[in-house]
Each structure stands twice: as C-alpha cells, then as structure tokens.
C-alpha cells in the first residue's frame, strides 16, 4: 500500500504563482523527502526533512513537516514555465526503503 | 561525477523474449534499488540491494523476475519470459545509505508487444 499519498493529483498554475502540494503518510517516519520527476527522465531529488524538523527552506522551495498530523507540504515559489513536472513524496519508515506516492502533476504555464 | 546510468533506454520486443535491463549506480553508493512505474501503480519497488547482496525480493512480480548484482557497479534485471503486461519503465536507484536521497537513472522504458 501507498505510504505517502499526495494532494492535488494535478494542479495548472500561470508562471509567476505559488504553487503548494500536500502528502499525508501513515505510519511514524524517520524522514520525508520530495522528488521532481520531468517527463521521459528519472525522479530527482529535491529535498530532505527529518522527523524532527518543521520546515525547511532550499531555494525557492519550502517544505513543512506535521508529524502530529501526517503530512508535509511542498510550496514552490514564484513558479517557473521549466519547474513543469510530477512532483512525489517518500517516506523513510526506517526499513531502508522509501515509499513512494502517486505524485501531483504540476503544470506552469507562461 | 557521473549519475546512475541504465541501458537500453527504450525496448520494444515480443511476448515470450528475454528482456534484460542494466544499471549501473553511482560510485560509492550501498545500496541499490528497482523500481517499475506505471500509470495505474504508481512506482512499486521490486528489489533492493545492499553491499551487492539481495536484502527484499518481496516485490518482484513473478518467478518470471530476476535481479543480480553481481559487483558494486552492475546490476541487472531480467524477465523471462516476457509478456505484455511487463510493459512499464524501469527505473534504477541507488543511494549512500538507507533513508539517504535515491538517485535515479533516466529508465528503461519496455514495451512488451
């Protein structure tokens, strides 16, 4: 079963708009990561918040942790026409694996 | 430094063929994961490997799977024999740790006619 489930499953905004992302999970977590994945590519990477975190900030993402609630938000700021893309959360549950949502297709348009 | 590396990138071959997929991780990396993504599942994971040893097989599809690793810079996957609902990319991960961030390859997209 999916861990991390993520809200909306899509989501189309015009360039310059915020654009934010939820993922709820269900079990304790060690950490919780976000990942973009362009069309025809693999997933990447973008950013890490431990448990124990409650925001964290890596350009112009911001990633906020509610372990009391289960979920995390991604906001990307100021988006851009290129930060198109599916956009995944990913629990570690501490069993040396991540688990992985269906993503949020995000769609930024000039 | 280079990333994770996977080969064939595309794959269309018939019903009842052997298919092997390669990857190549990242240097350094323990750990080693295969994923298949899918409209419909999403992205499931298959295997997972530390150190070069097989650690949970538990979601490999079928007898029809294999995966091996057989050094720390190569792995494979391979179904035998194929058939048309095995048609999904294939993507390799690999990480330093567990828990750490996954790097992933660019996928093998299979197409099983």
């Known amino acids: 079963s999916q861990q991390g489930e993520e809200d909306p499953q899509a989501l189309s905004i015009q360039e310059g708009e915020n654009a934010t992302m939820n993922c709820s999970y269900k079990?304790?977590?060690?950490?919780l990561q976000w990942y973009r994945q362009n069309s025809g590519r693999g997933l990447v990477h973008l950013i890490l918040?431990?448990?124990?975190?409650r925001e964290k900030h890596s350009g112009r993402l911001r990633v906020t942790l509610d372990t009391s609630k289960k979920s995390s938000s991604l906001l990307i700021t100021a988006s851009r026409a290129a930060d198109t893309a599916s956009y995944f959360c990913?629990?570690?549950?501490?069993?040396?694996?991540?688990?992985f949502g269906k993503g949020t297709m995000l769609l930024v348009s000039p | 430094d280079a990333g994770v590396i996977q080969s064939p990138r595309h794959e269309v071959t018939e019903m009842g063929q052997e298919v092997t997929l390669r990857c190549k991780p990242i240097?350094?990396?323990?750990?080693l994961f295969w994923y298949r993504q899918t409209m419909m599942r999403g992205l499931e994971l298959l295997i997972y490997?530390?150190?070069?040893?097989?650690?949970?097989d538990s979601g490999m599809p079928e007898d029809r799977f294999s995966a091996k690793m057989p050094n720390a810079s190569f792995s494979t996957l391979k179904i035998q024999p194929s058939e048309p609902r095995d048609s999904a990319v294939y993507f390799c991960?690999?990480?330093?740790?567990?828990?750490?961030?996954?790097?992933f390859g660019d996928g093998t997209r299979l197409s099983i006619l």
């Open positions: 991960a690999s990480s330093l740790n567990q828990g750490q961030p996954q790097h």
């Open positions: 079990t304790s977590i060690n950490n």
């Open positions: 918040i431990r448990s124990n975190e």
């Open positions: 990913a629990t570690d549950a501490g069993y040396s694996t991540l688990t």
């Open positions: 240097s350094g990396h323990d750990y």
């Open positions: 490997f530390n150190n070069n040893v097989p650690i949970d």
